[in-house]
């Protein structure tokens, strides 16, 4: 079944232990948690200390996306802090193969991001140390953008690539995404759906279910 991660950067800051206990208990699967630091992204968002006062409020997979230049620095701090994954942008590293070993060591998951002009033969040597491969379907560092419709080849060239190789990762999309475009996403072989905007503003306990009936029609 297809998994929902609603990304908090678009909750309320003011109420975001009770923004994520109300995603838990309407279905979301993971909690999306986008770090900027403001120089691989324009914008700052939040780190560590965030992570780990949310930690105890939800059993939540903490799916970490670092939009963190050199993140191997804070890898430790991450996990420390209740990350269950961390994905990490193949822009942002200088080493990358040496970062996700960083995020095995620690006996988490690792997911290597490319924004949305970087070619997938980024993930040439990469492929197969990864759980899960992020594709940004808008260019990072805000949330409420517009999905960007060259995506959908290139997501459907990562499932070809994926399976080419007989590699069994997930496929994240992140950027743009509301009940009225996921399923053109889930078709072009997304199984992990970011969604900010389309959970947090209005009514989370409708925006969920509006997405888990989409869901239900694609059972693997
Ligand atoms: O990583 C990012 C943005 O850089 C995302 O996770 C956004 O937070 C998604 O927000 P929406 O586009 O769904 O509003
Ligand atoms: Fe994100």
Redesign the pocket.
């Known amino acids: 079944m297809v998994k929902l991660a609603p ?1 908090i ?1 678009a909750a309320d800051f003011a109420n975001l232990g009770n923004d994520i206990l109300q995603a838990e208990m309407a279905g979301a699967d993971y909690l ?1 948690i ?1 770090v900027m630091d403001g120089a691989f992204v324009p914008s700052i968002s939040f780190g560590v200390p965030i992570i780990q006062a949310i930690r105890p409020v939800s059993k939540l997979f903490f799916d970490v ?1 670092l ?1 963190v230049e050199e993140p191997i620095r804070y890898i430790d701090d991450f996990v420390k802090a209740g990350a269950d994954l961390i ?1 990490v942008h193949a822009e942002a590293c200088r080493h990358l193969n040496r970062t996700l070993a960083k995020i095995k060591e620690n006996g988490i998951k690792a997911c290597v ?1 490319l924004n949305p002009t970087t070619p997938l033969s980024a993930l040439e040597y990469v492929l197969n140390d990864v759980d899960m491969i ?1 594709l ?1 379907s808008v260019n ?1 560092g805000f949330g409420g953008q517009s999905f960007l419709p060259f995506m959908f080849e290139k997501i459907s060239d990562l499932k070809n690539m994926a399976l080419r190789r007989n590699c069994n990762i997930d496929i994240e999309v ?2 743009g995404i509301s009940a009225s475009n996921v399923e053109q996403v889930i078709k072009a072989g997304a199984n992990v759906i ?1 969604a ?1 905007t389309a959970v947090f503003k209005g009514d989370i306990n409708k925006n969920i279910a509006d997405f888990r009936k989409i869901f239900a029609t694609y059972p693997d």
């Open positions: 990304s950067l999306h986008d996306h939009m994905t991001s992020l940004m990072p992140d950027g970011v900010g």
